[in-house]
């Protein structure tokens, strides 16, 4: 497992890769003491750390990645299902529940992107309650929201 830091507009960023791909991002805490003290060398985080990079310059609108996510199947349904929405777009909980073909899991679709391991590449923030508010996202709303206007949407919380 090879962990690196990425500094970016919303805090740094630690992201961890197995042998297999990115498997895990997450928000670094102020008293990490092991910030900017790389584990490992290897071009796929170094292309993640870009990829990233250039989606906060506004200029990628979608990864191109090798990712290892450990899930259930169900879990993969709904990460698969949110990976379409585009760049600068939205979807309700119960959008992706019906395109899942579980139309009342809404509540199950919920659950499943707030234990996300790789939030802004798999886009839970473009995912909203069905009466345009936002909700849930295990950064924050105040970062769910940064990451809609980035993005051209003009939700609020």
Request: hydrophobic share 35%; proline share 4%.
């Amino acid at each position: 497992m090879i962990c690196d830091y990425l500094e970016t507009p919303i805090g740094i960023l630690k992201i961890y890769l197995s042998s297999k791909g990115i498997c895990h991002i997450d928000i670094a805490k102020v008293n990490d003491d092991h910030i900017f003290n790389k584990k490992g060398e290897n071009s796929r985080i170094d292309e993640c750390k870009s990829q990233l990079l250039q989606y906060f310059d506004g200029q990628l609108k979608e990864f191109d990645l090798k990712l290892d996510i450990q899930a259930t199947e169900f879990q993969m349904m709904i990460w698969n299902e949110v990976k379409k929405i585009p760049y600068g777009e939205i979807a309700t909980y119960s959008d992706i529940a019906k395109n899942i073909g579980k139309p009342g899991a809404s509540r199950a679709v919920g659950g499943v992107l707030n234990k996300n391991p790789i939030p802004i590449i798999i886009p839970c923030h473009r995912v909203i309650a069905k009466n345009g508010r936002l909700t849930g996202f295990k950064w924050g709303l105040k970062l769910k929201e940064y990451l809609l206007r980035h993005e051209g949407v003009k939700q609020s919380v």
